[in-house]
């Protein structure tokens, strides 16, 4: 978590932005959909990428998540902009995001079993679980139905929340996989505990950054539902061809992991013992 934040005409969307283009993206667009809907989607893309930029560098200072928007109080704080002010245009932003499926509410990003690439996924497969309800109702408590005479005050007050950033995800979920195919196709190679997989990627995902465990929950569900590299079995971890038919954690796999395990900790024992001895020598040597 970052204990110092830097200001936002230091980060590389604002960065050359005259005054009057930065007050023009803090207002209220929700009207510009209709009225001039190009000048709307440039802002609204404007701000996809300045909010995946904020999350997944770490800036925003009262989270360790890094895959993660929490649209709250703290986020409109953080976006406040000398000379401008709190942004008037979040809650339009998120729903068009939430519309796009660029960002995912974090609840049902981890409890849907069906991929997130699927057609119809969003709307409609979620809205089926509730049961007794009339389909637009369904829709507008999962935050993806809205008024046009909605004002976005009120949007954002029924928008906040946690939402996953998909872009941010795809990012991170590509340079894991970078990382495993350097590592080898060996059957240990392709094995973690879920411990392992934190102290072998939560550090390489994303650039200067360390990603939480609420984050790495969302990855590893990425990998396995989405990208379907990755099958998980209690606290098994493997990484599979996408294209294999083997999607199961063998008897002979838990015993691989377990001696590739076993080894790690003894390699980690045998260090700090080496650290203590060096440490034994310099001390009376010195």
Known sequence: MNSQVLPLSSFPSYNGLPTPRIQSLYSDISRQKHSNPTTYNSNVAWWRSTLESITSRGLLPST????????????????RYE???KPLCLGTVIAELVHSRAAISLQQFLSVSHSIYEPGWLPYRIA?????????WALHQLNLLSSDDESDTERWRRIK??????GSVEWAADAVLASQ??????????LYTYDSFRATFATSALPGVTLSDKDLRVLIKFLERDKRVVITE????KFIDASSSAHEVTAVDRGVLELKTAVANLSTQIDDI???INSYKCLHSC
């Open 83 to 85: 000379g401008v002010g």
């Open 234 to 237: 209690r606290e098994v971890i």
């Open 274 to 276: 080496t650290f203590k």
């Open 128 to 136: 089926a679980f509730v049961v007794g309800r009339p389909l637009g």
């Open 161 to 166: 929340g946690d939402y996953v950033l998909i």
């Open 181 to 190: 195919r350097a590592r080898g196709v060996g059957i240990a190679d392709t």
């Open 64 to 79: 360790p998540d890094r895959l993660i928007l929490h649209a709250d109080q703290s986020l409109l704080e953080t976006l």
